[in-house]
C-alpha cells in the first residue's frame, strides 16, 4: 500500500473513531465542531482513496458530503443554544427528497441577487466587447506605478471595507469589483 493511501486511511480511520465519541459523549464540549471537523477530515482523507480520478472530482466530493452530512442527521441529535446552557432537541433527520429539494429552496432565496449579478455579468461582457472598458482600465492601470499602486490597493481596500461594513452595500459593491480587481490585475498583482 502507497504511504499516501496509508495516512488517508489513517485519517479516516481516526475521523470515525472522532465521530464515535462525539456520538456517544454530547456532555463534551464543542462536540458539534468536533463532529464537523471529523467530518470535514474524513470526507477529505476519504474522497481520494474512493475517487482517485480527476473527472468530476468536485461534483464526486460535494455529493459524497451531502450523502454523510444527511446520513449524520439520522444519528446525531439536533441542539440549540439557550443562554449558556446547550438544549438537546430530538433527530431531525434529512430525507432524499429533502437532499433533492433543498437546492431549489436555497436558489429561491437568492433569486433577486442572482438576477443582479447577472446583470452585472452581462454589462461588462457588453462594455468588454466594446473594447473601451479594456483601454480605461490599462490607462488607470498604467498610471499607478510604484508606490502609487501600494496607496491605490490600501485605499480600495479600505474604502471597501468601510463602505462594506457601515452601509451594507455589498451586493452594490459588485458593480465595482470587476473594474478593480482588472484594475489590479493589469497592475501586475
Known amino acids: 500500500m502507497k504511504r499516501k493511501t496509508l495516512v488517508e486511511l489513517i485519517l479516516a480511520l481516526i475521523s470515525v473513531l472522532l465521530i464515535i465519541v462525539g456520538c456517544f459523549v454530547p456532555e463534551v464540549a464543542g462536540y458539534v465542531l468536533k463532529i464537523l471537523g471529523a467530518t470535514c477530515l474524513f470526507v477529505l482523507s476519504i474522497v481520494r482513496w474512493i475517487a482517485p480520478s480527476k473527472e468530476n472530482t468536485?461534483?464526486?466530493?460535494?455529493?459524497?458530503?451531502?450523502l454523510y452530512?444527511?446520513?449524520?442527521?439520522?444519528?446525531?441529535?439536533?441542539?440549540?443554544?439557550?443562554?449558556?446552557?446547550?438544549?438537546?432537541?430530538?433527530?431531525?433527520?434529512?430525507?432524499?427528497?429533502?437532499?433533492?429539494?433543498?437546492?431549489?429552496?436555497?436558489?429561491?432565496?437568492?433569486?433577486?441577487?442572482?438576477?443582479?449579478?447577472?446583470?452585472?455579468?452581462?454589462?461588462?461582457?457588453?462594455?468588454?466587447?466594446?473594447?473601451?472598458?479594456r483601454s480605461a482600465l490599462e490607462k488607470v492601470a498604467k498610471s499607478m506605478k510604484g508606490n502609487k499602486g501600494i496607496v491605490f490597493l490600501v485605499a480600495t481596500s479600505l474604502i471597501l471595507t468601510l463602505l462594506?461594513?457601515?452601509f451594507g452595500f455589498d451586493l452594490m459593491l459588485f458593480l465595482l469589483l470587476p473594474a478593480l480587481c482588472g484594475i489590479i490585475i493589469l497592475m501586475g498583482y
Do not use: C, H
Not at 58 to 66: D, E, P, S, Y
Not at 79 to 97: P, T
Not at 105 to 114: E, G, K, M, R, T
Open 164 to 166: 462594506s461594513s457601515l
Open 69 to 133: 452530512l444527511a446520513l449524520l442527521s439520522w444519528i446525531i441529535p439536533t441542539g440549540s443554544v439557550n443562554g449558556s446552557e446547550i438544549v438537546n432537541s430530538d433527530l431531525q433527520r434529512v430525507s432524499l427528497y429533502d437532499i433533492a429539494f433543498y437546492p431549489i429552496i436555497a436558489l429561491q432565496s437568492f433569486v433577486p441577487q442572482i438576477i443582479f449579478m447577472l446583470a452585472v455579468g452581462g454589462f461588462y461582457g457588453v462594455l468588454s466587447a466594446t473594447g473601451k472598458l
Open 58 to 66: 468536485i461534483i464526486k466530493l460535494i455529493a459524497l458530503i451531502t
